[in-house]
């Protein structure tokens, strides 16, 4: 969700003359249909003549019963010239994270503080200016035609990057507007690196009606009122979950798993290696789920020093494997242990047995996780990874979908993947130091990465392949030639 929160909108202003902009505009916030929050946008100068744009995003929703809030604010401010000043962000759940960038001459200086653990980043200025960000006020002064095009970019706190992208008039139609015929263009707007197509309805004046993100959020123009007024009814969990029409009998402890997909799948989301394995079949997709061993395998030594997964092991603002609490609670734990193997599995069982497993809609990190010890699959995953990576044991964050058996059906989880002499993947929320075959991977890495389940979300359908015999316990290998390594 945080992704979304951070990727959804550039704010869209009325018209490229400055004064024309200043103002306030309301829109309701919608996952998949179902009223989730609503959001302040507001264009204002400051008494040094700065222009200042505002997004103010408030959340409720419903995570398996336990009502979530959440608010995420950013603040944008440019120079009468257009020229970048400052950016703020802030995410405020059951804790509060903050991003602050600062122009200082050609540098840009960013200050985060995240678990209570500041960190400041020295990077090159960005090229963002206040035409990036009115762009399509700008845009519409032109009439722009179908097919034209525009690039911009836009610098990201909780990344410590710049973004760019690309927007294309892709329709032009007519709507009545407070009485009146108006020109509304719809808008395709893509992202570099994010698999996530953003599609406006923007009015000739410059007006944003709405936005629709991956088709599954929707930001829509309302009057105040109407955009405030929300409740907790929309459950996210439950109703982005693919039921299944029948249990799966021994779902944690069977040897091997063969569902059919139904979905808007497609090769980025294929992770086919010795435990899963996924491809097309005609309009649907075929998933085989194999349970791994490590019999015979010689694991590594920590602290692991093989060159190829060095990244893996390092801190970033969200996995504060560098910090000394993190790093003596590891020792704690692991005793001295030099074994990578037993090192996971001794992390996998402590973070098991000393989380309190409660549904949380927050950005996690893993020192706010380490001192709360508390929340779902993701706070799970976040602390087992940081305490991993402090152990000196490379470490990364895995998204996709996992069988429950309370509502039969497959739910959206995040788990993680170690390297002990190879990637395998491990689940603390479940005490899996070796996942069961019901673990669909579809994304690997941090919240940028797993961007491309988003589409994902809501869509999937999975029928339970019917079994033959003993099938359930034979041992599945796809041919060699179409096994890759993540």
């Known amino acids: 969700m945080a992704i979304l ?44 003549g700065n222009v200042v744009l505002r997004e103010d995003s408030k959340f409720k929703m419903n995570m398996s019963k336990v009502k979530q809030d ?26 509060t994270s903050e991003f602050d960038a600062r122009v200082n001459g050609d540098r840009l200086i960013l200050k985060t503080l995240t678990g209570g653990v500041a960190k400041t980043q020295d990077l090159p200025k960005p090229k963002e200016s206040l035409a ?6 700008k845009w519409m002064e032109g009439s722009p035609q179908i097919g034209d095009t525009l690039t911009f970019s836009a610098f990201e706190p909780l990344y410590g990057k710049e973004i760019g992208g690309s927007s294309q008039i892709a ?18 707007q893509t992202v570099d690196a994010m698999p996530l197509d953003t599609i406006s309805y923007v009015t000739e004046h ?20 109407v955009a405030k007024d929300v409740d907790y009814s929309n459950d996210v969990i439950v109703s982005n979950a693919a039921m299944v029409d029948k249990p ?12 059919t997909i139904h979905g808007p799948l497609s090769e980025e989301h294929f992770f086919n290696d010795e435990r899963q394995y996924i491809q097309a079949e005609g309009s649907a997709f075929t998933f085989l789920g194999m349970r791994m061993t490590l019999d015979g395998f010689k694991t590594a030594t920590i602290p692991v020093t093989e ?6 092991i390092q801190p970033t603002p969200f996995i504060q494997s560098g910090e000394k609490r993190l790093i003596n609670k590891a020792k704690e734990i692991l005793g001295g242990e030099k074994d990578a193997w037993k090192a996971v599995n001794t992390l996998c069982h402590w973070v098991h047995g000393n989380m309190h497993t409660t549904f949380s809609a927050r950005l996690t990190n893993a020192m706010e996780v380490l001192e709360s010890l508390q929340g779902d699959c993701t706070e799970h995953s976040i602390l087992f990874i940081g305490l991993a990576r402090a152990a000196g044991i490379p470490a990364r964050e895995v998204a996709g979908l996992i069988y429950v058996g309370d509502e039969p059906g497959f739910y959206f989880h995040q788990w993680a993947s170690v390297w002990v002499g190879k990637w395998i993947d491990i689940d603390p929320t479940f005490d899996q130091p070796l996942v069961d075959v019901t673990h669909i ?21 999975i029928e339970v392949a019917p079994e033959t015999g003993d099938q359930k316990n034979e041992s599945i290998r796809p041919p060699a030639d179409t096994t890759k390594k993540p």
């Open 5 to 48: 929160m951070f990727f959804s909108k550039i704010l869209v202003a009325q018209a490229f003359d400055i004064d024309s902009l200043l103002g306030e505009s309301w829109y309701g916030l919608y996952f998949n249909g179902q009223k989730a929050g609503y959001a302040l946008h507001s264009v204002v100068k400051d008494k040094d």
């Open 70 to 95: 959440m608010q995420v604010f950013s603040e944008r401010t440019y120079r009468p010239d257009g020229s970048l000043v400052s950016i703020f962000s802030r995410v405020t759940d059951v804790g």
């Open 132 to 137: 990036d960000a009115v762009k399509y006020a």
């Open 171 to 188: 329709g032009v139609e007519w709507r009545v507007l407070d009485g009146v015929r108006t020109k509304v263009y719809k808008i395709k």
């Open 206 to 225: 410059g007006d944003t009606l709405e936005d629709q993100v991956a088709d599954m959020l929707t930001m829509r123009l309302e009057p105040e009122e």
């Open 248 to 259: 799966i009998a021994d779902a944690r402890t069977r040897k091997s798993l063969r569902l």
């Open 307 to 312: 060159p190829s997964v060095q990244e893996f």
């Open 441 to 461: 991977k579809l994304a690997e890495g941090d919240l940028f990465k797993q961007a491309k389940l988003i589409p994902l979300i809501g869509k999937l359908k």
